[in-house]
């Protein structure tokens, strides 16, 4: 059964140049309908796969677009309706996506007392003008005055979005970014690297030669910064790009990275059972992504779907190794040997431990890890671990021998 539930919330006031996600502007006015038909898609799933367990769900994650579009009466609908059907208790952590300037005192106390614990600040940076850079909608005085309100109506956590690898951004633009990141009263800090999506008016300037980006040597120092700052701040990195204050790390994150099951709602949300799926490794499925079809899918009765894969035995091996590779804990060897059937630090002890010897890796009794001086080539690392599976010999063991948990 699900662990979490993720919303999707398809509206922005302005589209910012570097976005590729599944958002749209000047439809605002669809807000009430498309809530209505946010959580009749939750009836849907419900009256399949109802909550038997009665666990209450861990998570609930508002996540766009801008959340904080939402009137609160919407969020409260809502939340009642995730109650009724999969339960939420005062250890269900609900997080809600909110850009700077949208916002005032007023509706984010509402949105506290509606029980929301966690917020995540789209502020991206403390400079006016690499916001400007960035397109962004509001202003660092917006920003710190809704961080000033958030830390007043006492969300349980607040995190911080930063942004690195921008047209013109200096390593001191960056180091200052980071200082007010982790004074500000924020208990988690996501930190991104900005990447050229294709499609967007951003990926169209790179084209042209106008969007001139940092080098990757001034990356590499950036992370490396991000790395001493938020270590020397008390800040733990359990994520390539996310570093939290103990107990603060996002719920809903882990889900996804420690391969638990969520159900995703609204237009262009993709959801995921870990047990599903033919061969019972997982099953992912993905919503229509206009809200408008969305819509009137919902309103036939029928989930609303684009697509879904069963994942194969390959595919969740790859997932699996993709996806806790990226995380400190790494590869948990006792999960995976009871989810595909062998430990990976035993049939490929000979490979691990050359990696091991290149520091690329750890590995102990109980996990395989990307070693602390390599995290920042986590991708690199991560590829070495996957193509000791590409060979043939061992893939020939591997498909013998897996016996992969199915559906109860
Ligand atoms: S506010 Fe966020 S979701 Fe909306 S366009 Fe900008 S980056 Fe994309």
Same mark, same amino acid.
């Given at each position: 059964?699900?662990?979490?539930?993720?919303?999707?919330?398809?509206?922005?006031?302005?589209? /910012?140049?570097?976005?590729?996600?599944?958002? *749209?502007?000047?439809?605002?006015?669809?807000?009430?309908? *498309?809530?209505?038909?946010?959580?009749?898609?939750?009836?849907?799933? %419900?009256?399949?796969?109802?909550?038997?367990?009665?666990?209450?769900?861990?998570?609930?994650?508002?996540?766009?677009?801008?959340?904080?579009?939402?009137?609160?009466?919407?969020?409260?609908?809502?939340?009642?309706?995730?109650?009724?059907?999969?339960?939420?208790?005062?250890?269900? =952590?609900?997080? !809600?996506?909110?850009?700077?300037? $949208?916002?005032?005192?007023?509706?984010?106390? %509402?949105?506290?007392?509606?029980?929301? $614990?966690?917020?995540?600040?789209?502020?991206?940076? #403390?400079? @006016?003008?690499?916001?400007?850079?960035?397109?962004?909608?509001?202003?660092?005085?917006?920003?710190?005055?809704?961080?000033?309100?958030?830390?007043?109506? @006492?969300?349980?956590?607040?995190?911080?979005?930063?942004? *690195?690898?921008? $047209?013109?951004?200096?390593? /001191?633009?960056?180091? &200052?970014?980071? =200082?007010?990141?982790?004074?500000?009263?924020?208990?988690?800090?996501?930190?991104?690297?900005?990447?050229?999506?294709?499609?967007?008016?951003?990926?169209?300037?790179?084209?042209?030669?106008?969007?001139?980006?940092?080098?990757?040597?001034?990356?590499?120092?950036?992370?490396?910064? %991000?790395?001493?700052?938020?270590?020397? +701040?008390?800040?733990?990195?359990?994520?390539?790009?996310? !570093?939290?204050?103990?107990?603060?790390?996002?719920?809903?994150?882990?889900? *996804?990275?420690?391969? +638990?099951?969520?159900?995703?709602?609204?237009?262009?949300?993709?959801?995921?059972?870990?047990?599903?799926?033919?061969?019972?490794?997982?099953? +992912?499925?993905?919503?229509?992504?206009?809200?408008?079809?969305?819509?009137?899918?919902?309103?036939?009765?029928?989930?609303?779907?684009?697509?879904?894969?069963?994942?194969?035995?390959? &595919?969740?091996?790859?997932?699996?190794?993709?996806?806790?590779?990226?995380?400190?804990?790494?590869?948990?060897?006792?999960?995976?040997?009871? +989810?595909?059937?062998?430990?990976? %630090?035993?049939?490929?002890?000979?490979?691990?431990?050359?990696?091991?010897?290149?520091?690329?890796?750890?590995?102990?009794?109980?996990?395989?890890?990307?070693? =602390?001086?390599?995290?920042?080539?986590?991708?690199?690392?991560?590829?070495?671990?996957?193509?000791? #599976?590409?060979?043939?010999?061992?893939?020939?063991?591997?498909?013998?021998? &897996?016996?992969?948990?199915?559906?109860?």
């Amino acid at each position: 059964m699900a662990c979490g539930i993720y919303l999707h919330i398809p509206f922005c006031g302005r589209r /910012c140049p570097y976005c590729d996600f599944n958002t *749209y502007t000047g439809m605002e006015s669809l807000i009430p309908d *498309y809530m209505q038909a946010v959580r009749a898609e939750l009836q849907l799933h %419900a009256a399949q796969e109802p909550n038997p367990a009665g666990e209450p769900l861990r998570s609930i994650y508002f996540g766009g677009g801008t959340p904080s579009l939402l009137p609160p009466n919407e969020v409260g609908r809502t939340l009642e309706s995730i109650h009724k059907l999969y339960g939420i208790d005062d250890q269900t =952590e609900i997080s !809600f996506e909110v850009n700077p300037g $949208t916002v005032d005192g007023a509706r984010l106390s %509402a949105y506290r007392k509606l029980g929301i $614990t966690r917020l995540s600040l789209g502020s991206q940076s #403390f400079r @006016d003008e690499q916001l400007a850079v960035l397109g962004r909608d509001h202003s660092v005085a917006q920003t710190r005055e809704t961080i000033e309100q958030a830390l007043k109506c @006492d969300f349980r956590s607040l995190s911080v979005d930063l942004m *690195y690898g921008v $047209t013109g951004q200096q390593l /001191c633009h960056w180091r &200052a970014d980071l =200082e007010q990141a982790l004074s500000c009263g924020a208990e988690h800090l996501s930190l991104y690297n900005l990447t050229i999506e294709e499609g967007t008016p951003y990926a169209r300037l790179r084209a042209e030669g106008k969007l001139p980006l940092p080098n990757e040597g001034l990356l590499r120092d950036m992370y490396i910064s %991000a790395l001493e700052e938020t270590s020397a +701040r008390g800040f733990e990195r359990y994520e390539v790009s996310n !570093f939290a204050r103990t107990d603060h790390s996002c719920r809903h994150n882990r889900l *996804y990275w420690e391969g +638990r099951g969520w159900l995703g709602l609204g237009a262009g949300a993709h959801g995921f059972t870990a047990k599903g799926g033919a061969a019972g490794l997982g099953r +992912r499925w993905w919503n229509l992504r206009l809200p408008r079809k969305y819509m009137s899918a919902v309103k036939t009765g029928h989930l609303p779907w684009a697509g879904s894969e069963d994942l194969d035995l390959r &595919a969740a091996i790859d997932e699996e190794l993709l996806l806790s590779l990226r995380t400190r804990r790494g590869l948990r060897r006792e999960r995976f040997a009871e +989810r595909f059937g062998f430990d990976p %630090a035993v049939l490929l002890k000979n490979s691990l431990k050359e990696l091991s010897e290149e520091a690329l890796i750890q590995v102990d009794s109980q996990a395989i890890r990307v070693s =602390e001086g390599s995290v920042i080539i986590t991708d690199y690392a991560v590829q070495r671990v996957a193509s000791l #599976f590409d060979r043939r010999s061992v893939w020939a063991i591997v498909s013998q021998h &897996a016996e992969p948990r199915r559906a109860g």
